[in-house]
């Protein structure tokens, strides 16, 4: 099983900034896909930004230009750093990945807890 542990959420007035961090664990020996998705309240959880192992980058309209995703595949860490932060981008931040246990082993998935983002004077 692969466990993720997030940090890096809080509370940032209107134009400030904040990283994610997102840390894999466990057994697996394969990682691609690793992302970020937020769930505003009331609504459905949409996808930020994704980052696969061969560099291909995903992200949202509304981030682009703001946000940057990055991994560090030695350490099974992915991160967003999220600039010029708006209040439209309040939400809880799961991050996600998609691993393999065994080469010959379907791909799985994994949440993360969620770290709360809150934008506002």
């Known amino acids: 099983q692969v466990q993720l542990v997030e940090s890096g959420g809080g509370l940032v007035p209107p134009g400030g900034s904040l990283r994610l961090s997102c840390a894999a664990s466990g057994s697996f020996v394969r990682m691609d896909a690793m992302g970020w998705y937020r769930q505003a309240a009331g609504k459905e959880r949409e996808l930020v930004a994704r980052i696969f192992s061969g560099g291909t980058i995903n992200y949202a309209e509304s981030v682009k230009g703001r946000f940057t995703i990055s991994r560090d595949n030695a350490k099974n860490t992915v991160y967003l750093q999220m600039n010029n932060l708006k209040p439209e981008d309040t939400a809880v931040y799961y991050c996600?990945?998609?691993?393999?246990?065994?080469?010959?082993?379907?791909?799985?998935?994994?949440w993360g807890q969620g770290t709360h983002v809150t934008v506002s004077s």
């Open positions: 996600s990945t998609e691993w393999q246990r065994y080469s010959i082993s379907p791909w799985s998935s994994t």
